[in-house]
């Protein structure tokens, strides 16, 4: 039995994103005029809103009875687990030979072209597949490729036989070599058949606990509950991506972790945590713009300050540095060389579901398949431009953060985030950095306006879906929406007022 029907399910998608805005803004009037009932009753009902948020995140869950989501977990474990015969391009095709061997068979006649480059076709047919059937195999085993195939087989039997070929259209295994190095390992640990698998399915859980709690030792317990009714709320985390897969939040709280660790003055930590954030989803490494500020800035400094921005950044370097080699160690250099053409290919083409500046910057409102390349087209003609405004942003930003402490710096580095990568909408997830900014010192009216506006790009999400195409503008419309989150923080950070500053409760 779920916690909420489909009517009170879909009220509460707008009801308590509100509430939890309604909450933050609340604050400041809390900790200077409602004395400490009132402060009571408030954590009260933001531990309410978060309780009420985990059950509605979680209500599929419920009522399928089950946590395990073998679509998402498919392309990780087994993506990670014959990365070194199927690099990122051959998983739906070797798929597709165990269909044929096993007598699966198939409504479509086409799959997605997962080494497509360039403008050459999204999909191609079965046949062709099976014309390499040679080739395909030939990396393989025996042993490896009898494994392989007892793991499609279950994962396919998990699905419904449309929702497998729904899979064999989607965009394959994206994971870095250095992810793949932790999760090849992980799952060649523990196969299928090992009652120890389940604990592969809670590492996100786990993960998620393990962030929080972080939140709650470098913030405060009112700031945690804050984070996690932003993550159980928010529409960004409302769909199935992260939840019960294989290691999809790891890059989370990585970002989280590098935030908390700064704050309490671990910036060894600090700077490891957004290494591995960095090295496992590459994006976040533009959250580094704002310390890196701060590093340049404080070369001239206290001692004191320019030592903690220097072990930021040796902590970084030495993980990150530690965990390339180990990729290349492994594999070499041509993991790497295929995971940036693939990077590549999904950043030049258009996406119904990514949001950063780019959709603005090229005016995507809408398109169809057959305009990818007139987009791509429009991306070179402009592409001096691009370019020029990246790196001015760069500079405007960091200058602005350069006296700001770490944790704070990093935080607001998000405008830098937004404006030059594309994630596609669920990796905004990553709301969780600047929202921290915010639920750190809500006590100031700038800080309580500014994790307002968090929960308010959630109202704005709801309001803009429109269906599982995402058709109606939706990316562009919250593309703009994130922009003007990062404008907004930007502007609160200026407005603050530390003096006003109140204790916290």
Same mark, same amino acid.
């Given at each position: 039995?779920? %916690? +909420? *029907?489909?009517?009170?399910?879909?009220?509460?998608?707008?009801?308590? %994103?509100?509430?939890?805005?309604?909450?933050?803004?609340?604050?400041?009037?809390?900790?200077?005029?409602?004395?400490?009932?009132?402060?009571?009753?408030? &954590?009260? &009902?933001?531990?309410?809103?978060?309780?009420?948020?985990?059950?509605?995140?979680?209500?599929?869950?419920?009522? #399928?009875?089950?946590y395990f989501n073998p679509y998402e977990f498919f392309h990780y474990y087994v993506g990670a687990k014959y990365a070194p015969e199927l690099g990122y391009t051959r998983l739906y095709d070797a798929a597709v030979l165990v269909d044929r061997e096993t007598g699966f068979?198939?409504?479509?006649?086409?799959?997605?072209?997962?080494?497509?480059?360039?403008?050459?076709?999204?999909?191609?047919?079965?046949?062709?597949?099976?014309?390499?059937?040679?080739?395909?195999?030939?990396?393989?085993?025996?042993? #490896?490729?009898?494994?392989? #195939?007892?793991?499609?087989?279950?994962?396919?039997e998990a699905l419904t036989p449309g929702m497998w070929e729904q899979l064999l259209h989607d965009k394959g295994y994206n994971a870095t070599p250095a992810w793949t190095l932790v999760g090849g390992f992980l799952a060649r640990l523990l196969? &299928?058949?090992?009652?120890?698998?389940?604990?592969?399915?809670?590492?996100?859980?786990? &993960?998620?606990?393990? @962030?929080?709690?972080?939140?709650?030792?470098?913030?405060?317990?009112?700031?945690?509950?804050?984070?996690?009714?932003?993550?159980f709320t928010h529409y960004v985390t409302s769909h199935a991506h992260f939840r019960a897969a294989f290691l999809r939040t790891d890059w989370l709280v990585g970002l989280v972790a590098s935030v908390c660790c700064l704050a309490k003055g671990?910036?060894?930590?600090?700077?490891?945590?957004? =290494?591995?954030?960095?090295?496992?989803?590459? +994006?976040p490494v533009l959250f580094a713009l704002g310390p890196l500020g701060v590093l340049v800035a404080r070369l001239r400094g206290p001692a004191e300050a320019r030592r903690a921005a220097l072990r930021f950044v040796l902590g970084g370097a030495l993980l990150g540095g530690t965990v390339l080699a180990l990729t290349l160690a492994q594999g070499g250099l041509e993991p790497w060389r295929e995971f940036q053409a693939k990077i590549v290919e999904h950043d030049q083409r258009p996406a119904s579901d990514t949001i950063g500046f780019k959709k603005v910057f090229l005016w995507t409102i809408d398109f169809g398949q057959?305009?990818?390349?007139?987009?791509?087209?429009? +991306?070179?003609?402009?592409?001096?431009?691009?370019? *020029?405004?990246?790196?001015?942003?760069?500079?405007?930003?960091?200058?602005?953060l350069r006296r700001r402490p770490l944790d704070e710096a990093l935080c607001l580095s998000f405008p830098f985030v937004w404006l030059a990568a594309s994630p596609a909408y669920y990796y905004y997830a990553l709301l969780l950095v %600047?929202?921290?900014? $915010?639920?750190?010192?809500?006590?100031?009216?700038?800080?309580?306006?500014?994790?307002?506006?968090?929960?308010?790009? *959630?109202?704005?999400?709801?309001?803009?879906?429109?269906?599982?195409?995402?058709? @109606?503008?939706?990316?562009?419309?919250?593309?703009?929406?994130? $922009?003007?989150? =990062?404008?907004?923080?930007?502007?609160?950070?200026?407005?603050?007022?530390?003096?006003?500053? =109140?204790?916290?409760?």
């Open positions: 039995m779920y %916690p +909420f *029907s489909e009517p009170v399910r879909q009220a509460l998608f707008y009801v308590l %994103p509100a509430a939890a805005l309604v909450l933050a803004l609340a604050v400041p009037w809390v900790e200077r005029r409602g004395g400490a009932r009132a402060r009571r009753v408030h &954590l009260g &009902l933001l531990a309410l809103t978060a309780l009420l948020g985990f059950l509605l995140w979680s209500n599929q869950n419920w009522e #399928r009875r089950r068979v198939a409504r479509s006649n086409d799959l997605a072209n997962l080494s497509a480059h360039h403008g050459e076709p999204e999909f191609k047919r079965r046949g062709a597949v099976h014309a390499e059937a040679e080739a395909i195999r030939a990396p393989f085993t025996p042993a #490896r490729w009898a494994e392989f #195939r007892g793991d499609v087989v279950f994962f396919r196969p &299928l058949e090992s009652p120890a698998f389940v604990l592969l399915v809670l590492l996100d859980p786990l &993960l998620l606990a393990g @962030g929080f709690a972080l939140v709650a030792w470098a913030f405060g317990l009112r700031a945690m509950l804050f984070a996690v009714t932003l993550y671990r910036p060894l930590l600090g700077g490891a945590a957004l =290494a591995w954030a960095a090295l496992s989803r590459v +994006f057959g305009e990818a390349a007139a987009i791509r087209a429009r +991306f070179e003609e402009r592409r001096l431009l691009w370019w *020029s405004l990246q790196a001015a942003a760069a500079a405007g930003l960091a200058f602005a %600047p929202a921290l900014w $915010g639920a750190a010192r809500l006590a100031r009216p700038a800080r309580a306006v500014a994790l307002a506006l968090v929960f308010a790009t *959630s109202l704005c999400a709801r309001a803009f879906h429109g269906g599982p195409t995402f058709q @109606g503008h939706f990316a562009f419309k919250l593309s703009l929406v994130m $922009g003007l989150l =990062a404008v907004g923080l930007l502007v609160c950070a200026r407005l603050e007022r530390p003096e006003d500053e =109140a204790p916290q409760g």
